[in-house]
């Protein structure tokens, strides 16, 4: 499996626009080229060692209002024994290169590129790269769980991609795929991160518009998405970030498998 990493730095004077002249922020889309994410759009975070975050989606009034999503980079001996002090609050973690050590309460799991971890609201939590001179890098979804009356919480979750075998969409001979790391019919989870895997010249041959809200990461390849009314060319480390009914759809291009990570709320009311 190939995964998109992070990659900083800044552009040489000497370069056009032509590596983020892609990027657009519309009422129903932003779009985030990977050009963008340099060293001068990073962020750090309270109780954070020797990591840097590049912040790709937060909720705002009127757009997206469900999460937050990073790609965080955790330097050698980096990482956090307080994450996040907000209790209300339940994560998704996508490892992109890397070894890092997760503590989830009383478990303690090491997660390497392709590990998918579920971090339950109000769980204790730790992560930590103990490699003394490389690098990790991951994903990082926030969102405020949204508790049923009468439905447990959802439990922990830590698995890799590969130890799954990914779901094929109905009549498209295996072009379409989504490795899902939650049953889509428990309930007591109220979002879903899956990975979506194009083979080269597939396509989603409608315009799905829907109530979910959507954040997608391209972890590999490229493809031609449309966006609204906009077909947009993506590739590997851009972003996208779909309000509620955005119109969707996209043509995979080559030569290797179009791929993101997909971000949507779920089973839930929506307020209003």
């Not at 759009?41 to 999503?69: C, D, K, S, Y």
């Not at 989603?204 to 998405?225: N, S």
Request: with cysteine; proline share 7%; glycine share 8%.
């Amino acid at each position: 499996m190939s995964y998109y990493t992070p990659q900083g730095g800044l552009p040489p004077q000497t370069q056009l626009m032509s590596a983020t002249d892609r990027a657009v922020v519309t009422p129903a889309y932003t779009f985030i080229p990977k050009g963008c994410n340099t060293d001068i759009v990073t962020m750090r975070l309270p109780h954070w060692n020797a990591t840097r975050f590049w912040m790709l989606a937060r909720p705002i009034e009127g757009f997206a209002t469900t999460f937050w999503q990073y790609m965080a980079e955790i330097g050698a001996g980096g990482g956090s024994a307080s994450p996040d002090n907000d209790t209300s609050i339940e994560h998704a973690l996508f490892v992109l290169s890397g070894e890092l050590e997760l503590a989830i309460n009383n478990g303690i799991h090491t997660i390497t590129a392709g590990h998918f971890a579920y971090i339950p609201a109000g769980a204790t939590w730790t992560i930590k790269n103990n490699h003394a001179t490389d690098s990790a890098s991951l994903q990082w979804i926030r969102k405020r769980y949204q508790p049923v009356t009468g439905i447990n919480a959802p439990e922990p979750i830590v698995i890799n991609e590969q130890s799954l075998s990914p779901t094929v969409m109905p009549d498209t001979n295996g072009a379409w795929a989504t490795t899902r790391f939650v049953d889509p019919d428990d309930v007591s989870h109220d979002m879903h991160v899956t990975i979506v895997t194009l083979a080269p010249g597939a396509v989603i041959p409608f315009l799905e518009t829907h109530v979910m809200e959507h954040g997608l990461f391209v972890i590999q390849g490229k493809g031609v998405y449309r966006l609204n009314q906009d077909w947009v060319e993506v590739e590997a480390g851009d972003f996208m970030w779909l309000r509620a009914f955005c119109p969707q759809a996209c043509y995979a291009g080559g030569p290797e498998p179009f791929r993101y990570l997909l971000y949507k709320d779920m089973h839930r009311h929506y307020e209003g």
